[in-house]
């Protein structure tokens, strides 16, 4: 089974919808969770990142873990065509040097 | 903002060559990291530096990688003797030293291509 989990998409959608993008993990040693966007030829762009279950909101993301679940989504509010992107979970044990284990990304297109 | 920022963008190598990548980190931050992206695949940990030493290593990096902060603001990835699997994005990322569970910080990335 594989570490962490993510659809690689792509999702299409028109500008303006709700986004929910989702990553599953199989460790339960994961202690916290980032979602990263990345842009064509670009690096991992830190969007959000969180280390406890529940809710963050910072503007139009959310963040959400369920760490009894093995769960965690990133919300899009109002999408815009800037958020075109492919999106990488990442997560990492609360110990140690806290390297960071990847999903394989969502590529996101927001269509106007 | 403060920037990871790394060098060249893009470099070209013959097989069998060696090739050295490099980072600039963010200047407050004092641990550093490689990751790799082979095309279509997932950032894959590479290795992770801290008080001039590595600190953690993957599989992947073998005895043909090596890494070295020569001064104060570099951080540098060498490869000994390339092989066309060598051939990915490297990415360099840092991170605050205040505790373990602070994000990382990535740069925009060395596309490497053995030839």
Redesign the interface.
Known sequence: QKEVEQDPGPLSVPEGAIVSLNCTYSNSAFQYFMWYRQYSRKGPELLMYTYSSGNKEDGRFTAQVDKSSKYISLFIRDSQPSDSATYLCAMGMNSGYSTLTFGKGTMLLVSP | EPE?T?TPSHQVTQMGQEVILRCVPISNHL?F?W?RQILG?????LV?F?NNEI??K?EIFDDQFSVERPDGSNFTLKIRSTKLEDSAMY?CAS?EPTN??????????T?LSIL
Do not use: A
């Open positions: 990871v790394q641990y990291y990751y695949q997932k950032v894959e940990f992770s801290y600190s953690e993957s990415f991170r373990s569970n602070q994000p990382q910080h990535f740069g925009d990335g596309r």
